[in-house]
T-cell receptor
């Protein structure tokens, strides 16, 4: 695709339910990142994929959060037993090679999650 | 742990002014630094990427400088326009420690350019 695509763009869920957020990176991009931005706050790193493996998942806030990537393409971020503090916009980004090799990182428009 | 501070937090100016947005970071072990803009309800758009070995990068009316040793980057916007109104974020890419391979973001500068 032309850019990083995320779905759903908006999700309202009840506390305690599970949610899945999807990210389609730019075709051919091997590196994929998930960030979270709570209202009025900065971006927090969640997890980084190189290919299908996750060398750095240190930012996942609890064991309710998990992510996977398949086919070196689509990634899914799953939040189990959602809580109100999970309300945020979840941003996905990708780059051609791992970003430490100096390539630009491109962001999607985010999935806005509201837990009521 | 990398910490990023952006000053000012907010800026409101009339159209046509030349602007300076400041970014400071605590850990100089970085591979590069990227400047982004974020429009309300939207994702981030990359503006400029400066490699750690570079001092400056330019794109149109935008110019970004980097002084890695002192932990500072500055974004200059020339002849500002209402369409420049957005939140501007800087993000160094960590090269060591717990920040390795991650972009760490500042809180951003909220820019409003009025006609």
């Amino acid at each position: 695709g032309a850019g990083v695509s995320q779905s759903p763009s908006n999700k309202v869920t009840e506390k305690g339910k599970d949610v899945e957020l999807r990210c389609d990176p730019i075709s051919g991009h091997t590196a994929l990142y998930w960030y979270r931005q709570r209202l009025g706050q900065g971006l927090e790193f969640l997890i980084y994929f190189q290919g299908n493996s996750a060398p750095d998942k240190s930012g996942l806030p609890s064991d309710r959060f998990s992510a996977e990537r398949t086919g070196e393409s689509v990634s899914t971020l799953t939040i189990q037993r959602t809580q109100q503090e999970d309300s945020a916009v979840y941003l996905c980004a990708s780059s051609l090679v791992p970003s430490y090799q100096g390539n630009t990182i491109y962001f999607g428009e985010g999935s806005w999650l509201t837990v009521v | 742990k990398q910490e990023v501070t952006q000053i000012p937090a907010a800026l409101s100016v009339p159209e046509g002014e030349n602007l300076v947005l400041n970014c400071s970071f605590t850990d100089s072990a970085i591979y590069n630094l990227q400047w982004f803009r974020q429009d309300p309800g939207k994702g981030l758009t990359s503006l400029l990427l400066i490699q750690s070995s570079q001092r400056e990068q330019t794109s149109g009316r935008l110019n970004a400088s980097l002084d890695k040793s002192s932990g500072r980057s500055t974004l200059y916007i020339a002849a500002s326009q209402p369409g420049d109104s957005a939140t501007y974020l800087c993000a160094p890419l960590g090269a060591g420690g717990t920040s390795y391979g991650k972009l760490t973001f500042g809180q951003g500068t909220i820019l409003t350019v009025h006609p």
